[in-house]
Structure formats: C-alpha cells, structure tokens
C-alpha cells in the first residue's frame, strides 16, 4: 500500500468518526476537509469528490455497525420473528448505538430528498440488515423470511425515528413492551 492509500483509509476513518458525532450537518466539502485536517484541494486529490467521501465513510461506519451487531446478535442462533425484534430492539436503542441509529435516520431522509450517494448507499445498506436478520430467523417459525426482516426492520427503524421525536423514555417502554410480547 502507498502513502496515498494509507492517507485516505486514515481519512475515511476519521471522516465516519466525525460523521457518528455530528451527522450530516457538518458534512460540507470545507467541513469535512477541516474535521480530516486536510484542505480542500487535498480532500479531492485523495477522493474523487464529495459523493466518494461520504460513500466511503458511511460504508466504514455500516461495517462497524455490523461488526458490532454480529457481535450483539450471534448468528449461529435462530429467533422467531418476536424474540428477534425483542433482542435488536433492545441492542439499537442502546446508547452505544444511538449515533449510528441518527445518522441512520438522516441518511435515508436524504435519500428520500433523491441526494448522493444517500439513495445507494441506503439501498446497500437496507439490504445487508435485511439480509442480517433473515440469517437470524428461525425458519421453521415464519412462512416468508423476507416478509418478517422487513417487518422487524420497521420496527426497529421506527424505534429509532421515535426516539428522535419522542426522547429515550418512550422507546424503553417500547422495548421492554417488545420483550414481553416475545415472552409471550
């Protein structure tokens, strides 16, 4: 590996860390530029431009998040789709996980508004949790696996929007609600 390479892995790295701090909302070229300690100029001699940026650190940061899911949610065990929703639940709305879950939620708003790399990388990353959680379900207590990833997906996704909106002391009720409906 070069030094150009090493440079811009050692970016991408401090780029997803300033991301999971501060969102979107700081993620000007200039901005980024600053937060890498780099200039502008040689933030585009690393990078194509900003779209390349973003898409490389949002990518670190859904490795990261996976890692650290896996991590939480071992796949060598199979779930129903209740206990499954019970169990991530309880792992996204933790404070850990908070960051990833915001810059989750501003992400597929810019998505929605049609912004690079957001409609993508969204898709990409939508894709993989889905996949991560069909991987988790036990299929012998659900009919369509896709169909119930999607389902949990949503709640999970919800959880996160509401915490947004609502504060963390709602979304508690919410999960310990979910445990036990999983306990039946």
């Known amino acids: ?28 070229l200039r901005q980024l530029a600053a937060a890498a300690g780099v200039s502008d100029r040689m933030l585009l001699y690393y990078f194509t431009d900003k779209t390349e940026v973003l898409a490389l650190a949002m990518g670190r940061l859904a490795v990261a998040l996976a890692d650290r899911l896996a991590t939480a949610l071992p796949g060598d065990e199979r779930l129903s789709p209740a206990a499954l929703t ?12 908070r960051p990833f879950m915001r810059l989750w939620i501003e992400s597929a708003a810019a998505a929605a508004r049609g912004e ?9 990353i939508g ?37 947004v909106c609502v504060g963390p002391a709602p979304i508690r009720g919410a999960v310990e609600a979910l445990e036990a409906a999983a306990r039946g």
């Open 116 to 124: 690079a790399p957001f409609v993508d990388l969204v898709r990409q």
């Open 86 to 97: 019970a169990k991530a639940a309880r792992v996204v709305v933790d404070d850990d996980y």
């Open 127 to 163: 894709d993989g949790f889905l996949a991560w959680l069909m991987a988790r379900l036990d299929p012998a207590s659900v009919a369509d696996p896709a169909g119930a990833a999607a389902a949990i997906l949503a709640q999970l996704d919800g959880l996160a929007l509401l915490e």
């Open 1 to 28: 590996m070069n030094v150009r390479d090493d440079q811009r892995l050692r970016v991408i790295e401090v780029l997803a860390e300033h991301l999971l701090r501060t969102g979107l909302s700081q993620a000007s």
